[in-house]
């Protein structure tokens, strides 16, 4: 790229501080108040815990990362539109964490092969609070959908990322993170958010083309 060019991209991708930004009310928000309910049922009980899922678990770092910074170089407009996205989702999810206080039972993870010892460092540093809705998932989700709507990013990328974000997402629940309500609200927050800035697009866009008929109508009227 082009000096500008790179110039042009690195300020776009400043933009990706907002999010840990906006994270830090989570740090804030993950501890115990005193009351904390849980939405575990019989069929998350049913799940096993896999242990080795905690390495797709923990590749969603890398895989917001590298996503979001191809589709900044690859499709700008479509990144601008997913990084809000991002930030009303996030700040959806925390305020219900503010409000109603979720937690997921953990297993003891036994064992001093690096797995084993992987599970226990997330164990430790995440506590298991406020969990619904996921913002693992969310985030995943949102960056899945990103992908597929672009109609500048390649197929064979499209599919790259909803094999992970999938994984990630199923990831979840064998590390015993999640249950199956938190996957579900985090992707019903997700459809929400993408419908409301869809729609707000749509009525901008109308109002816009309206307002440039309205323009237009009215020099024609001042040539006569």
């Given at each position: ?61 890398g895989?917001?990362?590298?996503g ?9 407009k ?83 990322v ?63």
């Amino acid at each position: 790229m082009k000096t500008k060019s790179w110039v042009s991209y690195l300020l776009a991708c400043s933009g990706l501080l907002l999010i840990p930004l906006v994270g830090l009310i989570y740090l804030h928000l993950n501890q115990n108040d005193g009351t904390a309910y849980s939405l575990m049922t019989d069929l998350d009980r049913q799940i096993p815990f896999i242990k080795s899922f905690v390495v797709p678990y923990l590749s969603w770092y890398g895989f917001l990362a590298v996503g979001f910074l191809y589709l900044v170089y690859r499709d700008r407009k479509n990144y601008i539109r997913t990084l809000i996205e991002f930030i009303i989702g996030l700040l959806l999810c925390y305020s219900v964490y503010a409000i109603y206080q979720t937690t997921v039972p953990r297993p003891e993870v036994a064992g001093s092969d690096w797995v084993s010892r992987t599970v226990q460092w997330v164990y430790r540093s995440d506590e298991p609070f406020n969990c619904f809705p996921s913002t693992h998932v969310l985030t995943a989700y949102l960056l899945m959908k990103a992908y597929l709507r672009s109609t500048l990013i390649a197929k064979r990328y499209k599919f790259v990322v909803a094999i992970m974000g999938a994984l990630i997402i199923v990831s979840t629940l064998f590390v015993k993170q999640h249950v199956l309500m938190d996957i579900v609200g985090a992707v019903l927050v997700a459809e929400g958010v993408v419908y409301i800035i869809e729609r707000s697009r749509s009525v901008w866009l109308k109002k816009s083309l309206t307002a440039d008929a309205r323009q237009d109508k009215l020099e024609r009227g001042l040539k006569q």
